[in-house]
Structure formats: structure tokens, C-alpha cells
């Protein structure tokens, strides 16, 4: 009875606190809309004669642009770019002949080489319209001079910076940190390759990681070296001999000097500079659109009754009901959310194909397997072709597997087909901080996954016989895992195995070894679900549906998760537990912190 009435306490209490925080987040998104509103921003944008696309490359550049307003809310003020948006504004911009050409101002821009890639390629297309493209930084990262590169003329300020030095990939190894504190992880794994765990319980890089890594940063470099060869004309033998000179703190005028810039300037001369090279007499005709301008512009369109679906799943896959974006983790891959969908699009009779464009790293091995069920499904009723974006392996290559065909960028980051489980043990640490355990138990191993409430660590070593009762486990989900991708590519168990072991490839050597049936993005991927349905005509549309940050905010404050956080935060760890485990939030797997993972 008395934990009853604290469990009706704490829901009651999570309830007030929810639309507390609700009506709180309310008047900072009208304060937000508002100023918007006062900004003057149109949704329809006029385009005028002698324009020129702006590529303002800022910030964070995910595959799809996000409409929550969230982190503004709480103090993240990075940028977020949508590679739709960008793909989009530029073949619009191809067709219009209002534009003149298209001005590339790279800023702090973070995004993989896979993800700039169909950005470059759309760029180069863009040129064969004959209308010119010129890009200028402040500074140029490697990745963003490789996006660059493809540029008619690239120019920096004279005092910029040329960051071009090669590629390096380095592991921070917490083993020592780990012993001192008395902190010991059981290991439980299938792969060679599989490197997640090193941290760990290691004090530097396996062999077997060493090589896979040795293997996909050199095949990502060759990769970008040989398109800035493409694009400036210069070798990628006498481009390495510049990067072994470090050229990122040698003068500006040394990039000139190279080849690799054509010119220095300030930021307030391109005017001038665009307005010369469009051939304009007077400045003053110069018109700059930004990417959100020329995606507003109104064009005709007919409606088509047939659709191609791309479903977008970007992030860490886990098991649950929660949506889109996490505070702490950014975007996820729910198993709840994604099986949703995907059932949805197999009933949708206006659906004729799915294109599955995955962006993940993997996760929860029970979350991709739902996931992998219901793409299974989904492909009895119509083709589902699977676009890659800058990484799809472990998880996010057991979600694509099953697909009637698959595309990865080159330096897409797939496979590392393998699984992995990770223990903390802390007999030690316990010792340090005085604590010590009793109970009773009625069978031989009921005790197994016993922990510290108050650390999260298990309270007793495994014995041999534990060791192999989980080790079972891990095995078990090893086969299952290359018996999915077996049947999906049409290999044996053995020929996965022999590419598996949780080895990670770049795009290209996953098209060498069969993991993936050709290189291309998203529009390749589209065209091709269109052959497979037979369409010659049809829209597309993109799932999930983006609800408002109003409707998303409602649905996750008065979701159990969220309530289970805020009982966490007022009422304590103990009463949470409660909570949480009455309404299968928390099972002994999340109290022990056992990670069971692709």
C-alpha cells in the first residue's frame, strides 16, 4: 500500500511538472515565432533577373533539414542545413535561367566527406548548364576544399588558413583510468573487428583494428585526393607532398602558389568579383537568393497519383517510443517509430517504392531487428532500395540488408557486421568506497546480474559457467545477424562471416566485396526504385511526416518516458526505479548497464 501511494504521487507529480514545463516551452516558441514574424521572412520569394544562388555552408549538415526549433530553446544556436534543401535549391537553380550562377562561402561547416559528396557531384553538374560556380573561405578544411575543389575559381582571404595535412584517426584508451578506480568489463563478443569495446579494456589498438582502420582512412583519402586531382589538375602524388608539408600554418599565397587556390581577397570584394565575372555593368543589377529563397520560389507542378517514399532514418537505433531528436543523443532510430512506417508505406496503395535512406552507426540489436522484419514485409509488397549516407554499419547495416538493392557514397562507412556485450564489474570500486552487499538467492545463478543501485556496476565476477551463458548469447545473435545479411545479398553464411567479423569498409570496398550493389546518392537511388516500379511519372514524398515543435514537445512530455524523467529528477533514483520497471521502461538488462549491441 505504501508503495502504491508513492507510485500515484510521483505520476501526479510528473503530471503537473509535464504541463509546467509545457506552458514554459509554449511562451518561449511564441517569443521565438514572433521574432520570426518581426524578421520579415516570406514563404514565397519573388526571384529577379541577374541572381545568384548563395551556398551559405554553415553548421551541422544533416541528410535532412530539421524543423526543431528545440535547441534554440535551449541555448544551441549551431546551424543546421538539410542536404534535401541544398540538392534541391541547386538543380532548381540549373533550370532558372534568372540565375546566373551559384557562390559557394564556406563556414565552421561539420560534415563527412560522404555526406559533401552528392554535393559535389551536383555542383559539377550544375556546370554543364555553363553557368559558373566560385566558392570562397575565410579557411578551408580538408572537406570543405574537397567540396570546393569542384568550383570554376576557389579564393581565400590572404590571411586565411589552408587546412590540408592528410588523415588521422585516434582512440582515447581508458583501461589504466578504469583499473585505478576498480573497475573491471566483462567482454562478451564476434568479430575480430569489432572495436567498439578497445576503450574499454585496452591501452591502444588491436592489430585487427589497426588494419580495418589503416584500410577505410587511406581508401577515404585516395578517394578525396583524387577528386581535387580531377577538378585542379594536379596529381595526387605532388597533392600528398603538399600535405606532408602541413600547409595548414604556411602563408596564404602558398595555396596560390600550388594550384590550389586561384586567387586571395576579402570577403566584401566577391561582389565585385561575382558581378565581373557575370558580366554585369553595374553592381547594383547583382542579386544574391539564399538557399531557403530559391526553394520558395513557386513552380509549376502536377500531381502525380503515384509516389516514391523516402523514409529518412538518421542516428542511433534503440528500442522505444521516442521520437526524432533526443537532447542528449540527437536524432535516433526507434524501433516503435521505424516499424510504424514502414508497415504504413506497405499498405499505402499510392506508395509504388520505398527508398530507405540510412545515416546510423547501429545500436540496439533487438531495435534493428524489428526494423529488419519490418523491411522484410514491406519488400513483399513493393521495391525497397536502400540509400547510404555517411555511415550504415552494424545496426544500420542489419536495417538494410534485406533490401532489393543497395547504394553507398564511396566513402560511406558500412558492415562491421559483429556483436558486442560489455559489463562493468566492480568488485574493487565498491571495496574503495565501503559498500557491501548480502541477500539470498534460489537457484545456482539467480544472482547473475546482481548490481550496485548506487553505481551501476555488477556486484560479483562471472564464473566460468556465466561467461559462457552469455557468451552463448552473443553467439546466438552473431548468427542471426549473418543469416540476415546472407539471405539479403544472396551469399552464404560463410561468405558474410568471412567480410563480417565486425570489419568496417568504405563504399567502395563494400561494392568490391558485395555488401552493396553500386555507388551513387539519394537521386540514383530514386531513379532506380522508379525502374523497379515501372513509373515514369510520380511524386515523391518523404517520411516520417516533420510535425511542429508544439505537436512533437505535447506528444514526448506526456509520453511514459518523459514522466519517468521528471519522477527521476524530483523524486529520486529509488522511486524512479519503481516507476520505471512497473511500466517496463527498465529490465535487469538497463540496471546492470549490459550493452547488447550490432
Not at 586571395?264 to 553592381?283: F, H, S, T
Not at 554499419?393 to 533490401?403: D, K, L, M, R, V
Not at 544472396?490 to 563504399?507: F, H, N, P
Request: hydrophobic share 40%.
Amino acid at each position: 500500500m505504501k508503495d502504491f501511494i508513492k507510485m500515484l504521487i510521483a505520476s501526479i507529480l510528473g503530471v503537473f511538472i509535464a504541463m509546467f514545463f509545457v506552458w514554459i516551452m509554449v511562451i518561449g516558441m511564441l517569443a521565438v515565432q514572433l521574432s520570426n514574424l518581426g524578421s520579415g521572412s516570406k514563404a514565397i520569394y519573388s526571384l529577379n533577373d541577374n541572381t545568384v544562388l548563395k551556398l551559405d555552408l554553415e553548421g551541422v549538415i544533416s541528410d535532412r533539414e530539421s524543423k526543431d526549433i528545440m535547441p534554440g530553446l535551449l541555448g544551441n544556436v549551431e546551424k543546421s542545413v538539410g542536404l534535401d534543401n541544398i540538392l534541391k535549391a541547386i538543380k532548381t537553380a540549373k533550370d532558372n535561367e534568372k540565375i546566373l550562377g551559384i557562390y559557394i562561402e564556406i563556414g565552421s561547416m561539420s560534415a563527412g566527406i560522404a555526406t559533401l559528396e552528392p554535393i559535389r557531384n551536383v555542383l559539377a553538374d550544375f556546370k554543364e548548364s555553363g553557368k559558373f560556380v566560385v566558392a570562397y573561405g575565410d579557411y578551408y578544411t580538408q572537406g570543405a576544399y574537397y567540396l570546393s575543389s569542384v568550383a570554376d575559381k576557389v579564393i581565400m582571404n590572404p590571411q586565411g588558413m589552408f587546412m590540408f595535412h592528410g588523415m588521422s584517426t585516434y582512440y582515447q584508451f581508458a583501461k589504466g583510468l578504469y583499473e585505478k578506480l576498480g573497475i573491471k568489463f566483462e567482454v562478451f563478443r564476434v568479430g575480430t573487428f569489432k572495436a567498439a569495446i578497445e576503450p574499454y579494456t585496452e591501452s591502444q589498438m588491436s592489430d585487427a583494428n589497426r588494419q580495418q582502420v589503416t584500410s577505410y582512412v587511406n581508401s577515404i583519402w585516395m578517394h578525396l585526393l583524387s577528386g581535387i586531382s580531377k577538378s585542379r589538375g594536379i596529381s595526387t602524388d605532388d597533392l600528398n607532398i603538399f600535405a606532408d608539408e602541413y600547409m595548414d600554418f604556411s602563408a596564404a599565397e602558398k595555396s596560390v602558389e600550388y594550384g590550389l587556390v586561384d586567387t586571395l581577397m576579402y570577403a566584401p570584394d566577391m561582389k565585385e568579383y561575382i558581378r565581373k565575372l557575370a558580366g554585369l555593368d553595374d553592381v547594383g543589377k547583382l542579386k544574391f537568393a539564399t538557399i531557403a529563397n530559391i526553394n520558395s520560389v513557386p513552380t509549376k507542378k502536377t500531381f502525380e497519383k503515384d509516389r516514391i517514399a523516402v523514409l529518412y532514418a538518421e542516428g542511433t537505433i534503440l528500442q522505444g517510443k521516442s521520437k526524432g531528436l533526443s537532447p542528449l543523443m540527437g536524432s535516433l532510430i526507434t524501433d516503435y517509430e521505424y516499424v510504424r512506417e514502414l508497415n504504413k508505406l506497405k499498405d499505402d496503395k499510392n506508395v509504388k517504392a520505398v527508398v530507405f535512406r540510412i545515416n546510423s552507426g547501429g545500436g540496439s540489436a533487438y531495435a534493428s531487428e524489428q526494423i529488419w522484419r519490418a523491411v522484410t514485409e514491406l519488400k513483399k509488397e513493393k521495391p525497397v532500395i536502400v540509400s547510404m549516407g555517411a555511415m550504415a554499419a552494424s545496426g544500420g547495416y542489419y536495417i538494410a540488408c534485406e533490401a532489393d538493392y543497395i547504394l553507398a557514397e564511396p566513402t560511406t562507412l558500412t558492415g562491421s557486421i559483429g556483436v558486442f556485450g560489455l559489463v562493468p564489474e566492480g568488485v574493487e570500486l565498491h571495496k574503495k568506497m565501503g559498500l557491501t552487499f548480502d541477500g539470498v538467492k534460489t537457484n545456482k545463478h539467480s544472482d547473475m546480474l546482481a548490481t550496485s543501485l548506487l553505481l551501476g556496476t555488477k556486484i560479483n565476477p562471472f564464473n566460468d559457467d556465466e561467461r559462457q551463458i552469455f557468451q552463448n548469447y552473443v553467439d546466438r545473435f552473431y548468427d542471426v545477424f549473418i543469416t540476415r545479411c546472407a539471405d539479403g545479398r544472396s551469399k552464404t553464411k560463410e561468405e558474410i562471416d568471412a567480410i563480417g567479423q565486425g570489419r568496417v569498409w568504405t563504399g567502395i570496398q563494400a561494392l568490391e566485396n558485395g555488401l552493396v550493389d553500386r555507388l551513387g546518392g539519394l537521386e540514383d537511388a530514386i531513379e532506380i526504385a522508379a525502374q523497379r516500379a515501372e513509373l515514369t511519372s510520380y511524386d515523391i514524398d518523404s517520411y516520417p511526416k516533420q510535425k511542429d515543435t508544439f505537436t512533437r514537445l505535447m506528444e514526448e512530455l506526456m509520453d511514459i518516458d518523459a514522466k519517468a524523467s521528471l519522477i527521476r529528477t524530483f523524486l529520486g533514483d529509488d522511486v524512479y526505479r519503481q516507476y520505471a520497471i512497473a511500466n517496463r521502461k527498465m529490465t535487469p538488462l538497463d540496471v546492470l548497464q549490459l550493452t547488447i549491441d550490432y
